[in-house]
């Protein structure tokens, strides 16, 4: 059974910063390709940044572009987001997928996952 946990979602203060975890099991981690994504509340879920199996090729989203850095640790079956100078409307609850594909992603495509987690709550207050 595949299951996908995010971790290390709260309440920041504008500025701050935050790391999230999406730790993997059941799939060989590896061979996915992992994205993450969000959804503030009255929106639809979109794209916030892709990372590639090999951990090679990465794309964000523009709105996160330089203050957002996706990384993973395949030895831990763990996909990271480091958040940093985060503002209000990173508001939102935020997921990460996979997909056992080389393609690349670089916009919301609710198709594209796989797998998904169950979302960890992202509060930014101003």
């Known amino acids: 059974q595949v299951q996908l946990v995010e971790s290390g979602g709260g309440l920041v203060q504008t500025g701050g910063s935050l790391r999230l975890s999406c730790a993997a099991s059941?799939?060989?981690?590896?061979?996915?390709?992992m994205g993450w994504f969000r959804q503030a509340p009255g929106k639809e879920r979109e794209f916030v940044a892709f990372l590639s199996r090999s951990g090679s090729n990465t794309y964000y989203a523009d709105s996160v572009k330089g203050r957002f850095t996706i990384s993973r640790d395949n030895a831990k079956s763990t996909v990271y987001l480091q958040m940093n100078s985060l503002k209000p409307e990173d508001t939102a609850v935020y997921y990460c997928?996979?997909?056992?594909?080389?393609?690349?992603?670089?916009?919301?495509?609710?198709?594209?996952?796989?797998?998904w987690g169950q979302g960890t709550q992202v509060t930014v207050s101003s």
């Open positions: 997928a996979a997909r056992e594909s080389t393609s690349v992603l670089t916009s919301y495509s609710p198709s594209w996952p796989d797998y």
């Open positions: 059941g799939l060989t981690f590896s061979s996915y390709a």
